[in-house]
């Protein structure tokens, strides 16, 4: 049997939030905490800085950033598995996030690219994309929501 896999997910939402506001929900770990990392998080969102998502039924995901522009571009590789380097190759994907202003409010972007570069089989492959898939949606819209509320 052949599974098909995609190679990246993308997805967007308008926020109704200026851009430096989603910026801020985007790369502060107070608010991350809300919209993706309930376990907490770190994050050095500079260049060669690290990241480390937690969950607490996943366990700690690790990042290195590899762009991050102020309210305009921020991406790093985000290891595949609790407690490896996203440096391995095969054992992390790259995710970006876009931002643009749009109207009054902000225009964000993700895409998760390198799902079939990564070193496990077919299958886990296409249960990665599709467990990305819906956990990005979900989290684009809790990060929109925060943005839209927050005038901090």
Not at 94 to 108: N, Y
Request: net charge negative.
């Amino acid at each position: 049997m052949t599974v098909t896999v995609d190679d990246r997910i993308e997805r967007e939402v308008y926020v109704p939030a200026p851009i430096d506001r989603v910026w801020r929900v985007l790369t502060t770990p107070e608010h991350i905490r809300v919209w993706y990392a309930p376990g907490g998080c770190e994050i050095d969102p500079h260049p060669g800085g690290r990241l480390r998502f937690r969950w607490d039924e996943y366990g700690e995901f690790h990042g290195q950033v590899e762009r991050a522009v102020p309210d305009t571009l921020f991406r790093f590789r985000l290891a595949l598995e609790p407690d490896h380097a996203p440096s391995d190759p095969g054992k992390a994907t790259l995710v970006e996030f876009a931002l643009s202003p749009e109207g009054q409010g902000t225009r964000l972007r993700l895409a998760e690219s390198g799902i079939r570069a990564l070193a496990v089989p077919d299958d886990a492959k296409a249960k990665h994309a599709e467990y990305a898939t819906l956990s990005w949606t979900s989290a684009l819209e809790e990060l929109a929501a925060i943005a839209a509320a927050s005038h901090n």
